[in-house]
Structures are given as structure tokens and as C-alpha cells.
């Protein structure tokens, strides 16, 4: 798997959008957009295009951006709302290969979300003896990287490297739930403090463990820690065919903002992902 520093690459425009290129994933993703910005960016993602192949471009943007974009030849694909604070975010997208506009299993991936949605975000009872939820720690990280190794044949970021895994623990809340010692779920909240806004994200449960209502526990553990750090929103970007993880999201209150075609790499192959967002309760302590 190729190293975080040669997947993900940062180059901020000066006091403008953020382009990330993603070769891990073989996307661009613009940041923080403005109609502007258009000829500059343009003339971006056309060099990068030249120095190594793309499938698609994906634009985080507002709402006044959205007709022009579509202009440009992107479709609007999820939303999320008071992802700025100021509104929702807009996700567009622009395919540049027919194979990676191609949804082959959106009839099912509908199916599934019709089932999901029927379900009731009923009560979650506490966790039970020998289930324990807490906050991950360095120490976890030789186990957190075999839990991810197991779960996932791939994944969008380098989960399964300790250095990655490291650096994220230290800037992001990761929450885990040990059985005798050994960790069996985890999740983790990728917080971005200047729209206090978070992701919830590299989400697994062994499969051993799975149907115990894991996931919830872990949502809820991490969005107490997203409150004390004053976030108000929280989303997440789900597999459009994992029953369960979308479910726990619809469950706690997370609502259905769309789908993402052929998003990113995990699991072996380009997937589908729902986008689900939640603005969070301004006080401490949701875990009726």
C-alpha cells in the first residue's frame, strides 16, 4: 500500500480552495470553492491530469457554486447540512472515465437504503460484562492496525500503517471496545476545528462481533468527545452495501444526504458511499 506522504498530497492555493490529489484513490478533491477560483483551478487539475491519470473529481462546495459547477459539466451528488455552519455542503462531481461513472449496483444499493430506513433508532442498551468502550490510546495502535488489516482488503487512507496511525491518534479522537484485552471495534472522528465540523470515519467491527449494536456505542462514545471540543456537525461516508454500518448511522439520528459513485477504494474495489450527516446536541451526555 503506498505511503501516506505519496497517497494524499496537500497543496493549499494561498488564501483560496484546498486541492487534495488522491492517487491512493485516483481522485482530486477541491475544497472550500468559488466560482472565481474556476480558470485558476481549472488550469490545476489539467497538470495534475497530465503527471498521472484521474477517474474523477469531487468539489466541496456551497450552495450559490451549484448551478455553476453543473455548468462545468459536474452533478450533484450528497449533501450534508451546516457542514460551513453558514449551510450545507454541496458534494460535485465530475467523472472523467466512463468505468468510474458506471453505479453497477445502485438498484440494490436503493434496496438496501429503503430497508435501512425502515429501521427504528430504538433505545441502546449499555454495553455488557466483558464489552468495555473507551478511548484509544498509542498503546492500541499495533492492535487497531490488525483489526483494519482483517476487516478491510483495502481501504481510502493507510490504516493498517502504525505511522499513519499514529499521527491521526494525535490529532483525532479514536474510540475502541476491547473484549478481554483485545480490541474487536473502533471507530474514529476526523475533526475539522475551522467549520466545526467532524467525520466519523474508519469504522470496523470483527465479524465475530457484529449484530451486538458495537457501532452505536462507538458513535455515541465519540460524539461526547466532539461536543467537549465545541463540533457541531458530524458526518459520515458509509459502503453503499454494508447493511449494518448504515443502519447505526440511521439509528442515531444521522440523516441520508445521497450517494457517492465509485467514491474511493476499499474493500478491493471502487465502491458506492452514502453520505450521512448529524448536527449534534449542544449538551453532554446522549446516551438514551
Not at 477541491?30 to 503527471?51: V, Y
Not at 451549484?66 to 462545468?72: D, I, S, Y
Request: charge should be positive.
Amino acid at each position: 500500500m503506498a505511503k501516506p506522504e505519496k497517497a494524499l498530497r496537500q497543496m493549499p492555493l494561498v488564501q483560496e480552495p484546498t486541492v487534495t490529489v488522491d492517487a491512493l484513490n485516483q481522485r482530486i478533491l477541491i475544497r472550500n470553492f468559488r466560482t472565481d477560483m474556476w480558470p485558476a483551478l481549472k488550469r490545476r487539475m489539467h497538470k495534475e491530469m497530465q503527471a498521472q491519470p484521474f477517474q474523477k473529481v469531487v468539489l466541496l462546495s456551497r450552495e450559490q457554486e451549484v448551478r455553476f459547477l453543473m455548468q462545468q459539466g459536474f452533478v450533484l451528488e450528497a449533501t450534508v447540512d451546516q457542514y460551513w455552519q453558514d449551510g450545507p455542503v454541496y458534494y460535485m462531481s465530475r467523472f472523467l472515465t466512463s468505468e468510474r461513472r458506471e453505479a453497477a449496483h445502485w438498484v440494490k444499493e436503493d434496496s438496501l437504503l429503503e430497508d435501512v430506513l425502515r429501521t427504528e433508532g430504538h433505545s441502546l442498551p449499555p454495553l455488557s460484562v466483558p464489552f468495555q468502550v473507551r478511548q484509544a490510546t498509542a498503546r492500541d495502535i499495533p492492535q487497531l492496525a490488525a483489526l483494519y488489516r482483517k476487516v478491510f482488503a483495502s481501504y481510502p487512507s493507510p490504516l493498517t500503517e502504525p505511522a499513519y496511525l499514529k499521527k491521526s491518534l494525535v490529532v483525532n479522537p479514536f474510540s475502541v471496545i476491547e473484549v478481554n484485552g483485545e480490541i474487536v471495534s473502533a471507530a474514529a472522528a476526523e475533526i475539522d476545528a475551522e467549520y466545526r465540523n467532524a467525520e466519523m470515519t474508519n469504522c470496523a467491527t470483527d465479524d465475530a462481533y457484529r449484530g451486538r449494536g458495537l457501532m452505536r456505542h462507538l458513535l455515541r462514545h465519540l460524539e461526547d468527545r466532539l461536543i467537549e471540543r465545541n463540533i457541531v456537525n458530524a458526518f459520515s461516508i458509509a459502503r453503499a452495501r454494508s447493511f449494518g454500518m448504515n443502519a447505526a448511522l440511521h439509528q442515531e439520528g444521522y440523516r441520508y444526504g445521497g450517494r457517492l459513485v465509485n467514491n474511493c477504494h476499499i474493500c478491493g474495489n471502487f465502491e458506492d458511499m452514502n453520505v450521512w450527516g448529524k448536527v449534534l446536541k449542544k449538551t453532554k451526555g446522549a446516551w438514551s
